[in-house]
C-alpha cells in the first residue's frame, strides 16, 4: 500500500471510446463535425441512448462537448455510464499494453473495480 | 506481497487508483502510466507505507 489518487476521467482516445460504445452497445462512434442545438462541435460523437444530440469528444483536449439542456434533451446519467465505460476500457488497455493482468470486478454501489497484477503475478 | 494497482471507477467516471504491495516512492512510478491515461489528478493521500524505506520500517509520520 501506497498511495490513493483521484482523477477526473478525460477522453482523449479513440480505441477506448470505441471499446465503451461496444462495451454498452452503443452505436460506433464517428469522426467529424457535429451539430449541437445552437452551435457545433468536431471529435468522436457519441450516441447516447435517448439523447437528442451527441456527445462529441474531442481527444485532443480531453474535453466533452454536449447540449442536453439541463437533462431535458438527454439524462446525465447515460453521459456518467459512458465515462464510466470509457474509464475501464481505457485502464484495461493501459495495463495490457504494459503486459499486467487485469481483473474486473463490478461492486454493489456500481463502482467497477480493477484490479492490475504488476510483475508477473498473475 | 504481490504488488497490484487496484483502479475503482465511480458511477460518475470518476477514478480512484490504489497501489498495494510497493515500498517508498516506486508506488508512484508503477501507477504513473494509469494516472496519466485516465486524466487530472485531483487529489493524492500517501499512505503509510510511502515513507518507509526498502530496507528498514522508520517510525511513520502523518500527513506526508
Known amino acids: ?122 | 506481497m504481490s504488488k497490484t494497482i487496484e483502479i475503482t471507477v465511480l458511477p460518475n467516471g470518476q477514478t480512484k487508483v490504489e497501489t498495494k504491495g510497493f515500498v517508498g516512492s516506486e508506488c508512484r512510478q508503477a501507477s504513473q502510466f494509469i494516472e496519466k491515461a485516465l486524466g487530472q489528478q485531483t487529489d493524492e493521500v500517501l499512505k503509510a507505507e510511502f515513507h518507509q524505506s526498502a530496507s528498514r520500517q522508520q517510525p511513520v509520520q502523518e500527513g506526508g
Open chain 1, 1 to 122: 500500500m501506497s498511495h490513493i489518487v483521484s482523477i477526473q476521467t478525460e477522453v482523449r482516445d479513440p480505441v477506448a471510446i470505441r471499446s465503451a460504445c461496444d462495451r454498452l452497445k452503443l452505436p460506433e462512434p464517428v469522426f467529424g463535425q457535429v451539430k449541437l442545438f445552437s452551435n457545433s462541435a468536431t471529435g468522436w460523437a457519441v450516441q447516447l441512448p435517448e439523447w437528442r444530440y451527441p456527445v462529441v469528444a474531442d481527444v485532443n483536449t480531453g474535453k466533452l462537448a454536449y447540449d442536453n439542456y439541463n437533462g431535458r434533451w438527454g439524462e446525465q446519467k447515460q453521459l456518467d455510464r459512458f465515462l464510466q465505460g470509457y474509464a475501464v476500457e481505457k485502464a484495461k488497455i493501459e495495463a495490457r499494453k504494459k503486459g499486467h493482468s487485469v481483473i474486473e470486478q463490478p461492486l454493489e454501489d456500481g463502482s467497477i473495480k480493477l484490479t492490475v497484477s504488476v510483475g508477473g503475478a498473475a
